[in-house]
Every structure is written in structure tokens, then in C-alpha cells.
């Protein structure tokens, strides 16, 4: 098979020290610890080997900034849609697969995760749900959420940043946005964390098998929440998807079919409330922990450009999504290191924010950086996040809301004691308590 060489220069290995060494030797992303804690990990791969074979994964880890670009934007080399679902209950698909067709509806791959030409059509058929008016017009509502919430806690002086707002208030948008039942928190969480787990490359069968079967259960939610808006469109996102259409240059319309409708509701569902509450999660973290981030937020609150600067440099700095997969359709060479046709690889967003080759002094929280726009939190190419300006709108608004109500915010546990989602797509923190002043 033909090799394929990425418009990517081969960067210079730079001298290791004995423990960048070890890690190289011996770890993986696989290792708990070193998934609560990456960085080290992340800046010997990039100084010795910058495309690293992750044998606790059996993947490629592509680490550098320019590297992840390289592949980002060549999705006929490396797809998406081998790579995604091919991680996908790793190992157990074909089960997984069997379990929802016979309890959950269907099996509807991800329709999002696949390959152009295919997902230029799709794409454009769900930025329908996504259109700068539709954005817009949700704001005043999800402002009311936002304060509603961080309202709820600012008399208590302590709460669990992570599960009692964070979480809730995702999920809270999601319910807005997608019109649908008020007073499903801990359900929404329960999803979310099962269709997260299906790609994390962290399950035994026993946790795959739950995971399904909560999986079945949103199927059978979102499917009959589909045919009510069949039936009686409401000014909702699930209503956009359900009747979402595209005039062709040759006159004729398309529509989506009735299992990628799902898939990407579901996809809505899940990534609009995971993705963004480990967004929120990590800004109470830095607030509580990284001396004069609250004073920043502060100095910036009120004003609308520089708190779009401080919300990119969050995401920079503290990317909710740690990787996302890809698969080498033929043999690829990235970076001088040539990855073998069939190989799964991983995208890890996170290091490439770290690269202080393209922003330096990276765990240094600079809003006036003049690439602040090249980092990779929202992915990139063709599959660049397509509900980012919501996702930007969220974070916002929880920063602003934060910084009009509370002050003094204080980890309630030592640091050490935080716990991370174990999975290699997020760095999500499970449970962050924090005390706290009302303003």
C-alpha cells in the first residue's frame, strides 16, 4: 500500500531526562495516574517521540501542535470514522452493537463521526440547529439558568462544584435547548458518563453491558421525544433536527434519515452537557486553586471582548477533551514516524495546548497571547466542534455569574485528593468541593 507523508517537518528530539525517559519506557495513557496527571507524560512524548506508540492502548499518540493540525485536516488519510468507531466499546463491539439493536431501538453509528463526502452533508444539515440566530436567541434564557443556579448555592458557603453546578447546569441548558424533561439531572449525568465510557478504552464486558443498557434507555427517550416533534414541531433543537432540510444546486431536498436524526441528537445531548460541564468543572479548579485567576475574572467580567479572551484562554489552558480518535487508512508518515495502515490513533488536544513550541510558557494563563486562536480545544478541520459558539455562550456565562455572586473560593479537600473520570477522551474532574463567600 502506497505511503502517505503528512505536510509535516520532522521536529528535532530534544535530550531527556532520566524520568521523561521512564515515562517514555513505561507509560501510558491507559494509567490512571498519569491520566489525572498528564503534563509530564505529555512533554516527554513531545521531546523524545512526538508520535508515540501507547502499548497499554495499542494507539498512536499524535502530541504535538503541528502534528495534530497535519492530521486533523487530511480526514481522507486518517478517518474519523474508522478511528471513532473502532474505539467504540473496544474489543466488544459486536455485543454492544447486538445489545441496542435489541433493547435500545437501534444501533445508530454516530453520524457526525464520519468521512467526507458523507459528513460535509450531514455537517451541514445539523449546523441547521446551530445557526448564530438560534444561538443568540437561547442566550437570555440560559443567563437566567446560569444565575438561577450559582443563586441556589451562594448562601450555603460550600457546595460540590463539579455535581452541584457544573453538572446540573449543563444539563439544565441541554433540557432548555433540546425542550426536554425538566428534572433529569442525575439521569442526563448517568448517560453521559455511560456513552463516555464506550470510548475511553476503560471498560471490562460487565461495565460495557451497564453502560449499553443506559445507553438503550436515552435511545428509547430521544426516539419518543422524536416522534412527538414529528408530530408537533416545537422552537426547540430537537424539533430543527427532526425537520432540519437542504435545498441541493440541483433543486432537490435532503433530510436526515431517521437513525442519523438519533445519533445526532444523541450526540447533542451527550456532548453538549460532558464536554462543557468538564469546561465549567476545571474553571471553579483554577479558580480555587491558581493564585489571581479569580482577580483576572474580576478585572474582565464585564466586558464582553476580553471575557471571550479569557474564556479561549481557559480552553487553552485547561481543554475539557483530552483526545479524540483517528484510524491510518493506508501507511501514513507523520513527523519522520511512519504509522502502519489499520492503526488507531489519538489526537491528544491536550498536549497540543501544552506546546511550547507554538504558545509559550503554556501553564501560564495569558489572555494577550497573539495565536490565542490556534489552540485545539474545539478539535479542528473538518470535524472543528460544531456547537462551539454555545459551548464558548456557557462557559462565559458561568464565569461572569461566578464572579458577580462568590468570592474567596477555596478547595474544600487537599488537592491531592481530587479525582478524574478515568477515560482517555476527557480530563474530567469527578467531585470538586469548594467553600466559598457569597459577594
Given at each position: 500500500?502506497?505511503?502517505?507523508?503528512?505536510?509535516?517537518?520532522?521536529?528535532?528530539?530534544?535530550?531527556l531526562?532520566?524520568?521523561?525517559?521512564?515515562?517514555?519506557?513505561?507509560?501510558?495513557?491507559?494509567?490512571?495516574?498519569?491520566?489525572?496527571?498528564?503534563?509530564?507524560?505529555?512533554?516527554?512524548m513531545?521531546?523524545?517521540q512526538?508520535?508515540?506508540?501507547d502499548?497499554?492502548?495499542?494507539?498512536?499518540?499524535?502530541?504535538?501542535?503541528?502534528?495534530?493540525?497535519?492530521?486533523?485536516s487530511?480526514?481522507?488519510?486518517?478517518?474519523?470514522?474508522?478511528?471513532?468507531?473502532?474505539?467504540?466499546?473496544?474489543?466488544?463491539?459486536?455485543?454492544?452493537?447486538?445489545?441496542?439493536?435489541?433493547?435500545?431501538?437501534?444501533?445508530?453509528?454516530?453520524?457526525?463521526?464520519?468521512?467526507?463526502?458523507?459528513?460535509?452533508?450531514?455537517?451541514?444539515?445539523?449546523?441547521?440547529?446551530?445557526?448564530?440566530h438560534?444561538?443568540?436567541?437561547?442566550?437570555p434564557?440560559?443567563?437566567?439558568?446560569?444565575?438561577?443556579?450559582?443563586?441556589?448555592f451562594?448562601?450555603?458557603?460550600s457546595?460540590?462544584?463539579?455535581?452541584?453546578?457544573?453538572?446540573?447546569?449543563?444539563?439544565?441548558?441541554?433540557?432548555?435547548?433540546?425542550?426536554?424533561?425538566?428534572?433529569?439531572?442525575?439521569?442526563?449525568?448517568?448517560?453521559?458518563?455511560?456513552?463516555?465510557?464506550q470510548?475511553?478504552?476503560?471498560?471490562?464486558?460487565?461495565?460495557?453491558?451497564?453502560?449499553?443498557?443506559?445507553?438503550?434507555?436515552?435511545?428509547?427517550?430521544?426516539i419518543?421525544?422524536?416522534?412527538?416533534?414529528?408530530?408537533?414541531?416545537?422552537?426547540?433543537?430537537?424539533?430543527d433536527?427532526?425537520?432540519?432540510?437542504?435545498?441541493?444546486?440541483?433543486?432537490?431536498?435532503?433530510?436526515?434519515?431517521?437513525?442519523?436524526?438519533?445519533?445526532?441528537?444523541?450526540?447533542?445531548?451527550?456532548?453538549?452537557?460532558?464536554t462543557t460541564?468538564?469546561?465549567?468543572?476545571?474553571?471553579?479548579?483554577?479558580?480555587?486553586?491558581?493564585?489571581?485567576?479569580m482577580?483576572?475574572?474580576?478585572?474582565?467580567?464585564?466586558?464582553?471582548?476580553?471575557m471571550?479572551?479569557?474564556?479561549e484562554?481557559?480552553l487553552?489552558?485547561?481543554?475539557p477533551v483530552?483526545?479524540?480518535?483517528r484510524?491510518?487508512?493506508?501507511?501514513?508518515?507523520?513527523?519522520?514516524?511512519?504509522?502502519?495502515?489499520?492503526?488507531?490513533?489519538?489526537?491528544?488536544?491536550?498536549?497540543g495546548?501544552d506546546?511550547?513550541?507554538?504558545f509559550?510558557?503554556?501553564?501560564?494563563?495569558?489572555?494577550t497571547?497573539?495565536?490565542?486562536?490556534?489552540?485545539?480545544g474545539?478539535?479542528?478541520?473538518?470535524?472543528?466542534?460544531?456547537?462551539?459558539?454555545?459551548?464558548?455562550?456557557e462557559?462565559?456565562?458561568?464565569?461572569?455569574?461566578?464572579?458577580?455572586?462568590l468570592?474567596?473560593?477555596?478547595?474544600?479537600?487537599?488537592?491531592?485528593?481530587?479525582?478524574?473520570?478515568?477515560?482517555?477522551?476527557?480530563?474530567?474532574?469527578?467531585?470538586?468541593?469548594?467553600?466559598?463567600?457569597?459577594?
Amino acid at each position: 500500500m502506497a505511503t502517505q507523508t503528512t505536510d509535516t517537518p520532522v521536529s528535532e528530539r530534544l535530550p531527556l531526562s532520566a524520568e521523561e525517559q521512564r515515562l517514555l519506557d513505561e507509560g501510558t495513557l491507559k494509567d490512571h495516574g498519569i491520566q489525572a496527571h498528564p503534563r509530564d507524560f505529555y512533554r516527554a512524548m513531545r521531546k523524545g517521540q512526538p508520535i508515540y506508540h501507547d502499548k497499554g492502548l495499542n494507539s498512536w499518540l499524535v502530541t504535538r501542535h503541528e502534528d495534530i493540525w497535519a492530521v486533523q485536516s487530511d480526514p481522507v488519510t486518517f478517518s474519523v470514522q474508522h478511528g471513532y468507531h473502532e474505539q467504540q466499546a473496544r474489543g466488544m463491539q459486536d455485543e454492544f452493537r447486538a445489545y441496542l439493536k435489541e433493547h435500545g431501538g437501534g444501533y445508530f453509528p454516530d453520524a457526525i463521526m464520519s468521512d467526507p463526502p458523507y459528513h460535509t452533508r450531514i455537517r451541514k444539515l445539523m449546523e441547521r440547529a446551530f445557526t448564530a440566530h438560534r444561538v443568540k436567541e437561547l442566550e437570555p434564557r440560559l443567563h437566567a439558568i446560569v444565575r438561577d443556579l450559582v443563586a441556589e448555592f451562594a448562601d450555603k458557603g460550600s457546595c460540590d462544584a463539579v455535581r452541584d453546578i457544573s453538572q446540573p447546569l449543563t444539563i439544565r441548558v441541554i433540557v432548555e435547548q433540546m425542550g426536554l424533561d425538566h428534572g433529569m439531572e442525575d439521569k442526563i449525568v448517568e448517560w453521559s458518563m455511560a456513552v463516555t465510557a464506550q470510548i475511553g478504552a476503560m471498560q471490562s464486558r460487565e461495565t460495557m453491558l451497564a453502560n449499553a443498557a443506559k445507553i438503550a434507555e436515552l435511545q428509547q427517550y430521544l426516539i419518543g421525544k422524536m416522534k412527538e416533534r414529528e408530530a408537533e414541531p416545537r422552537e426547540d433543537m430537537i424539533s430543527d433536527i427532526v425537520h432540519a432540510e437542504v435545498t441541493n444546486a440541483d433543486g432537490t431536498v435532503e433530510k436526515l434519515t431517521f437513525e442519523e436524526a438519533v445519533s445526532l441528537i444523541r450526540a447533542m445531548v451527550i456532548a453538549g452537557n460532558d464536554t462543557t460541564a468538564t469546561a465549567i468543572g476545571n474553571l471553579f479548579y483554577v479558580l480555587a486553586t491558581k493564585p489571581g485567576m479569580m482577580e483576572t475574572l474580576l478585572e474582565v467580567a464585564e466586558d464582553e471582548r476580553k471575557m471571550n479572551r479569557f474564556v479561549e484562554e481557559h480552553l487553552r489552558n485547561e481543554p475539557p477533551v483530552r483526545a479524540l480518535s483517528r484510524m491510518a487508512v493506508k501507511d501514513a508518515v507523520v513527523n519522520g514516524t511512519t504509522i502502519p495502515a489499520g492503526s488507531h490513533m489519538l489526537l491528544v488536544y491536550d498536549s497540543g495546548n501544552d506546546d511550547e513550541t507554538v504558545f509559550p510558557e503554556p501553564r501560564k494563563f495569558d489572555m494577550t497571547r497573539p495565536n490565542l486562536g490556534r489552540h485545539v480545544g474545539f478539535g479542528g478541520g473538518p470535524h472543528r466542534c460544531v456547537g462551539i459558539a454555545l459551548a464558548r455562550m456557557e462557559v462565559k456565562l458561568a464565569a461572569q455569574e461566578v464572579a458577580r455572586q462568590l468570592k474567596n473560593i477555596k478547595l474544600a479537600i487537599p488537592e491531592s485528593e481530587i479525582t478524574y473520570l478515568p477515560t482517555v477522551a476527557t480530563h474530567t474532574i469527578e467531585s470538586l468541593p469548594i467553600t466559598y463567600d457569597k459577594r
